[in-house]
C-alpha cells in the first residue's frame, strides 16, 4: 500500500492496522515526522515510558514559571507569551526522552498541545488551558496507541522487527526513482494530493488574524525556507487547474503507474474551487496515464473541505469546495 502525500499519517495507520505493508512518502519532513511518529507501532515498554514522561510533565507544568520568556517573532513583531516559553520547556523535554518511539510520541503530544494554543487564534491561550490541552492529548494519545497496537496483533502483524511502515521524504513526482525495488509491486494507493486553488494551509499556522508562520517546523528544528507553492504544486491563489499543477500531477500520477501491478487501484480524495469542467481534466488527465475510472462512480460521496479556518469567513462571496472520491484502475495489458 502506497500513500504518495502521506500528510498527517491517515493512510499509514489505517493500512497498518489492518495488516497491511505501507510506504509513504511526502516532501515536507513535518509530515514524514507525523506520519513516523502516529503510525510506527509502539511497545508497551516505550508507551509506559511516555506515559509516565507525560505525567510528570504536567506535575512541572502545575508551578513552571521561566525566569526570562522566550520571544515570538511573527511577520516581522515578536512577541513574548508565557505560551510559548511553556511549548518550548515541553518539547525541550520531550526530545530528551531516550527511547525514540518515546520520544516521537511526546513530540507529536507538545506539537499537537501548541496547534491547539496557536493556530487559528486570534490570542494566545492562557497557561492554564496549555496545561489542559497537553493534559487531554496525552490521555487520548496513550489510549488511541493501546487501540492500535490491539488492531495491530489481531490483524496478524505481530512481529515488531518486521516495520511494516516506511516513510521516506522526497517529491512525490520521484517516488518510482527512491523507489526502484517495488516496481510493479504496489497493489494500492491511497492518497490525497494538493488541491488546486483552494486555500489550505499545509506547512503553516494561523495566528493574529490569519497572519501566517511557519510555527509547526521551528518547534521540530526543521529547515523551511520554501514558500507555501512549494508544498501546492503551485499558488493557492488560483481558480484553474494550472498547467504547472497538471504538469506535476501527470509526473507524480505516471510514477504512481510504474509501481503499480496492472489491475492495481488509486483511490484520491481531492478537491477544486469550482466544477468549471475540473474533474473532466482529471479524469482525462488520469486516462492520458494509463488509468481508467472504476464504475460506477458515486458523485454523493463528498465533504466540504475541513479546517480553512478565516479563509471561509472572511473572503466575500467564497465557495466552499467539495472533496470528492476518485477511484481508478492501472489498465490491464
Not at 497493489?187 to 499556522?205: A, D, E, I, K, Q
Request: aromatic share 10%; hydrophobic share 35%; proline share 6%.
Amino acid at each position: 500500500m502506497l500513500d504518495p502525500f502521506c500528510g498527517g499519517g491517515t493512510t499509514a495507520v489505517e493500512g497498518i492496522a489492518l495488516g497491511r505493508n505501507v510506504v509513504c512518502s511526502d516532501i515536507s519532513p513535518l509530515a514524514c515526522f507525523v506520519t513516523k511518529a502516529k503510525a510506527t507501532r509502539i511497545s508497551v515498554s516505550s508507551l509506559e515510558e511516555f506515559s509516565l514522561w507525560h505525567q510528570k510533565e504536567i506535575d512541572i507544568l502545575e508551578n513552571y514559571r521561566p525566569k526570562n520568556r522566550k520571544p515570538l517573532k511573527l511577520n516581522g513583531r515578536v512577541y513574548s507569551p508565557l505560551t510559548y516559553s511553556n511549548i518550548l520547556k515541553l518539547m525541550r523535554d520531550a526530545k530528551s526522552i531516550a527511547d525514540p518511539s518515546a520520544r516521537r510520541l511526546a513530540q507529536l503530544v507538545v506539537l499537537n498541545a501548541a496547534k491547539g494554543s496557536f493556530d487559528g487564534r486570534s490570542k494566545y491561550s492562557p497557561r492554564y488551558l496549555v496545561k489542559k490541552t497537553f493534559q487531554r492529548l496525552g490521555d487520548v494519545t496513550i489510549e488511541c496507541m493501546r487501540e492500535y497496537i490491539d488492531s495491530i496483533n489481531e490483524n496478524g502483524v505481530k512481529d515488531i522487527s518486521k516495520k511494516p511502515l516506511r516513510v521516506i521524504q522526497c517529491d512525490a513526482k520521484k517516488i518510482a526513482k527512491r523507489l526502484p525495488a517495488y516496481k510493479n509491486k504496489i497493489s494500492l494507493v491511497v492518497t490525497s494530493p494538493p488541491y488546486p486553488g483552494v486555500h489550505v494551509l499545509y506547512n503553516r499556522w494561523q495566528l493574529h488574524g490569519r497572519k501566517e508562520t511557519d510555527l509547526p517546523f521551528r518547534l521540530l528544528c526543521f529547515s523551511n525556507t520554501f514558500p507555501a507553492s512549494f508544498y501546492t504544486m503551485g499558488a493557492r491563489n488560483s481558480h484553474s487547474i494550472k498547467e504547472s499543477y497538471t504538469r506535476n500531477m501527470e509526473s507524480v500520477l505516471t510514477s504512481i503507474h510504474e509501481l503499480l501491478v496492472p489491475g492495481g487501484i488509486v483511490a484520491q480524495v481531492i478537491a477544486f474551487p469550482k466544477n468549471n469542467g475540473h474533474f473532466q481534466d482529471y479524469e482525462r488527465l488520469m486516462k492520458k496515464v494509463g488509468f481508467e475510472s472504476i464504475e460506477p462512480r458515486v458523485p454523493t460521496v463528498k465533504r466540504h473541505v475541513p479546517n480553512r479556518k478565516w479563509y471561509t469567513q472572511v473572503v466575500a462571496g467564497n465557495r466552499q469546495p467539495f472533496e470528492h472520491i476518485f477511484i481508478h484502475q492501472k489498465l490491464k495489458r
